[in-house]
């Protein structure tokens, strides 16, 4: 299978690291022009620098914001009026006591979670619509199937993402415009990444075995056994993005290692 994304315009939210990175990086070398996206202009310049290591002739562009505000959106609107393919993937997670986390932390939480992802897509889907094509994910998480004690706030939101992909697809029917949300389980970005050394470093031991204990202790459905990768979740995105996947829309594809135990 060949995709080729050439005459495409993506916007990667949250795009200067770990699975936002590799999907960016990944329609780059599918041909799409790519929006990377992030807080601040040095960690986009990074992204961008990066993905054109790979892709020496990709074409990109790069705006920076919190995207988890009404304004940073307006923002990246205002820089970017168009665009065939939307990835909501910009998303945080700390595990933390239900009973610790607060009325702050749920609504910060429900901003850049889930309402950075309809901003945008209020006003992008809007386009696709009109032109008769267009693509919108959103990077879930086999969280918001499985709710996790150790990060409720984290999985709810994971949750209403769903919600949210599943209605705009509704909303977009007959349209050309696919809306999906794609669910990874333990995956090893940066973020994971960076937690997992600090427990390694607490304990005495190598990051290897904290991820092995994470899977054994807190996802033993997994049937890979061991966290994905980036670029695993991201050949899903940029499949989804492609031609070849027109007819899937309304679904929650997993690249969960099979964390999840249900059989549709």
């Known amino acids: ?3 080729n994304l050439a005459s495409r315009r993506a916007i990667v939210t949250g795009s200067t690291a770990g699975i936002g990175l590799a999907i960016a990086q990944g329609l780059a070398r599918a041909g799409a022009e790519v929006v990377v996206t992030g807080r601040t202009q040095a960690r986009v310049d990074a992204a961008i620098a990066h993905i054109r290591s790979d892709v020496a002739q990709a074409r990109l562009i790069g705006v920076a914001g919190d995207l ?3 304004e940073g959106a307006e923002h990246l609107i ?4 168009d665009a065939d393919i939307l990835v909501n993937n910009l998303g945080i997670f700390e595990p933390k006591a239900f009973a610790d986390i607060s009325d702050d932390e749920w609504l910060h939480y429900f901003d850049v979670n889930v309402l950075s992802g309809v901003r945008l ?4 889907a809007r386009g696709m619509a009109e032109r008769g094509w267009g693509r919108i994910q959103f990077i879930s998480s086999e969280s918001g199937v499985q709710i996790p004690a150790e990060m409720v706030h984290y999985g709810v939101t994971k949750t ?3 919600g949210v992909s599943r209605g705009l697809a509704e909303t977009l029917a007959g349209t050309g415009v696919t809306v999906n949300a794609i ?3 333990p995956t090893r970005s940066e973020g994971v990444g960076d937690f997992f050394g600090k427990i390694a470093v607490e304990k005495g031991v190598s990051l290897e075995q904290v991820e092995k204990d994470f899977i054994a202790d807190h996802r033993p459905s997994s049937l890979i056994k061991r966290l994905a990768t980036v670029d695993e979740v991201a050949n899903m995105s940029v499949y989804l993005a492609s031609e070849q996947a027109s007819a899937t829309t309304g679904a929650a594809v ?3 290692g099979g964390v999840v135990r249900s059989i549709v």
């Open 183 to 185: 669910l990874p389980g």
């Open 78 to 81: 205002a820089q970017v009026r």
């Open 121 to 124: 897509s209020r006003h992008y």
């Open 160 to 162: 209403a993402q769903l």
């Open 254 to 256: 997993r690249v969960d």
């Open 68 to 70: 988890g505000t009404r």
């Open 1 to 3: 299978m060949h995709i």
